[in-house]
């Protein structure tokens, strides 16, 4: 079955670095997303992308985040100068117009910012 | 209460048993889709119900819909060790194109 793929699994860096997120949505799949999961609370929205361009953002998504679509198969969030409250499970996720809007998510990757 | 609340936050029960989780939510909605999350995993997704449909089955699972009462349940019939994790409902809200809004999920624990 396809499946959202996301790299790293887990990652660790230093306060104030950029960090790279990186996804593979199931591919033939239009609709993109980014979510994330602070330790024991909800999950939340932070972004929606189509056609090359974000369609939704949350207040969370401020100006330290970007997403990009770099090819045809990579998803990427980038976090420019990470904060230790950025420390999250960060969730890809995509659908199809035709998937009755069903949303597949990868397995997530862990941030930890020290 | 916000939008997607699940009840309750936790249940445990005997293998075999059934399980009902409760979803609530405050404003219209597209369409609510079921998650399982595995403890540090990520979300599966289980089912999806339109706002125009009121119940729809999947292998074990039932899922309700009442838009008048603005909530939801989930059951599992017959449950398995394997069925322990957490089951979040989300909604996609109308007007919205595609974005989901978590509940805070049920702990579901099934007892072998």
């Known amino acids: 079955e396809p499946e959202v793929t996301q790299t790293p699994s887990h990652q660790v860096t230093q306060m104030g670095q950029e960090v790279i997120l990186r996804c593979v949505p199931i591919s033939n799949h239009l609709y993109f997303y980014w979510y994330r999961q602070i330790l024991g609370q909800k999950v939340e929205f932070l972004v929606s992308f189509y056609n090359n361009e974000i369609s939704e953002k949350s207040e969370i998504f401020d100006d330290q985040f970007s997403v990009e679509r770099p090819d045809g198969s990579n998803f990427t969030l980038k976090i420019r100068s990470t904060k230790l409250e950025d420390s999250a499970m960060y969730f890809c996720?995509?659908?199809?117009?035709?998937?009755?809007?069903?949303?597949?998510f990868g397995e997530g990757s862990w941030l930890t910012v020290v | 209460s916000q939008q997607g609340e699940e009840d309750p936050q936790a249940l445990s029960i005997q293998e075999g048993e059934n399980a009902t989780m409760n979803c609530s939510y405050k404003?219209?909605?597209?369409?609510l889709q079921w998650y399982r999350q595995n403890s540090g995993r990520g979300l599966v997704h289980l089912i999806l119900?339109?706002?125009?449909?009121r119940e729809k089955h999947s292998g074990r699972l039932r899922v309700t819909l009442d838009t008048s009462k603005k909530s939801s349940s989930l059951l599992i019939t017959a449950s398995r060790a394997a069925d322990t994790a957490s089951y979040f409902c989300a909604t996609v809200s109308s007007g919205s194109a595609r974005q989901l809004t978590f509940g805070s999920g049920t702990q579901l624990t099934v007892l072998p």
């Open positions: 119900i339109r706002s125009n449909e």
């Open positions: 996720a995509s659908s199809n117009l035709f998937s009755g809007n069903t949303i597949y």
């Open positions: 404003t219209s909605i597209n369409n």
